[in-house]
């Protein structure tokens, strides 16, 4: 399976910080937000994975490019740490390809632009700004795959539970309970999808349970992107052309157990979150950290 990772959105909301650099470049501890997506896809057994980037996108592209003369000069200084990161990061098994969307048109306008990548196989599509982070195995990803063929869907959605209030900023599902195999009670949480409404007010959401960053499609998803009318802000949403899909094939979801959480970097206040979270986890710089803020009494 082929994995895609879409990384052309403008990133207004982060600005001035990606003014002149993509906000999936912004670090989170160590690495930058992309690298993480990157390492849960190869973690889930994607070698192929194809970045969808856009205008000042190109630090991308360096970021995951060999560079042997940095890691020459870092040997030569016996810069043991810096070597470790820099080879596990070079040393991923993994081929990337990348295309432009030059003009941000929307998430299904990006998700199409892989449709030649993709070449009539199931595939992956991970937002760009938005890790997963799996403290335990399978991660969350190899469930959603594994989950996408049990239930034979044309489309599986990685999902979350929100609070009621926040239903008005994402993609909410009209659900049913799956009647599968039995799994494990902290991977139970199985549905089907009777329905998509995009961004509900309160008292028109149907459940409280969002789509959180992850999809698995078959490659029938383009037929109805292809359908899908240009939109609000003269844009195409991915979420239409799933509700499209119904058509001809079934929608699943998998929620997010508790030893998966989601981090949306898309925002200042989230991307703060997400960074003190993963720099208290850091091995080198969690011990410091956790220290300072005990001191700060917070």
């Keep these: 399976m082929k994995g895609v990772i879409t990384a052309a959105g403008l990133g207004t909301r982060m600005l001035p910080a990606t003014k002149s650099q993509p906000k999936e470049m912004l670090p989170v501890a160590k690495k930058p937000v992309i690298q993480y997506i990157v390492e849960e896809l190869e973690q889930a057994g994607i070698r192929d994975i194809l970045i969808i980037t856009g ?47 030059a003009v941000p048109t ?6 199409y632009k892989a449709k030649e990548f993709v070449n009539d196989e199931e595939f992956v599509v991970a937002l760009g700004d938005t890790i997963i982070d799996s403290l335990n195995k399978p991660i969350h990803l190899s469930r959603l795959i594994d989950f996408h063929n ?68 078959n490659p029938e998803i383009f037929d109805y992107i292809e359908k899908v009318a240009v939109g609000k802000g003269g844009e195409k949403q991915l979420t239409d052309a799933i509700r ?36 208290l986890k850091d091995e080198e710089i969690g011990p410091e950290l956790r220290e300072h803020l005990k001191k700060l009494k917070l």
Excluded at 106 to 111: C, F, H, K, M, Q
Excluded at 269 to 276: D, G, H, P, T
């Design 244 to 279: 499209l899909s119904r058509e001809t094939g079934q929608i699943a979801a998998l929620q997010l157990a508790e030893s998966e959480r989601r981090y949306d970097t898309g925002s200042f206040s989230l991307y703060a979150k997400a960074f003190v979270d993963f720099s």
């Design 150 to 217: 049990e239930a034979n869907a044309l489309c599986t959605l990685s999902a979350e539970r929100i609070p009621i209030e926040q239903c008005n900023r994402y993609g909410i599902m009209d659900i049913e309970e799956f009647k599968g195999k039995p799994t494990p009670k902290a991977f139970n949480d199985k549905y089907l999808v009777k329905d998509l409404i995009e961004k509900p007010s309160q008292e028109e959401a149907p459940s409280n349970l969002a789509i959180c960053g992850r999809y698995v499609f």
């Design 55 to 101: 205008k000042n996108k190109r630090a991308i592209e360096d970021h995951f490019d060999k560079d042997p003369i940095l890691l020459a000069d870092l040997k030569q200084k016996n810069k043991v740490v810096q070597i470790r990161d820099l080879e596990a990061l070079e040393n991923l098994n993994i081929h990337i390809f990348y295309v432009r969307q």
């Design 106 to 111: 929307g998430l299904a306008d990006a998700v």
